[in-house]
């Protein structure tokens, strides 16, 4: 399943995360106090996105067109942050991560409206 929804996003037919947690959500996937538990999204997203970047990421390595130093960075910072993460995701209510993503999300699209905007004029 993890293969086909990474090749779902990498041909640009929607955010793979999306439907991850909407397949987890139509399973009805319960913890032991009856509640859903959509932490076992995470496994599924993760591996759909590790097949999506093999995949995507092969005709740039050949072109050579990708900032080396800039990879080696990134792959650093990930590996930080997926260790703060989770530590910090295990430990925090899912009431609160949920509204801390809300936040995000919508901060990021005003902020990106908000830079089209000033393109555009």
Known sequence: MSLLLSLQLLLGAGAVYFVVM???DLL????NLGKENPIVAF???MASCAGLMAIGSQSFIKEGKYT???SIMI??????GVW???KFVTNLNLEILTWVIIVVVIFTGFSMLNKGYKKAA
């Open 84 to 86: 703060v993460a989770f």
């Open 68 to 70: 080396r130093i800039g």
């Open 28 to 31: 009805k996937n319960k913890n």
């Open 43 to 45: 496994p599924i997203m």
């Open 75 to 80: 792959t650093i910072g990930g590996l930080l």
């Open 22 to 24: 909407l397949c987890i």
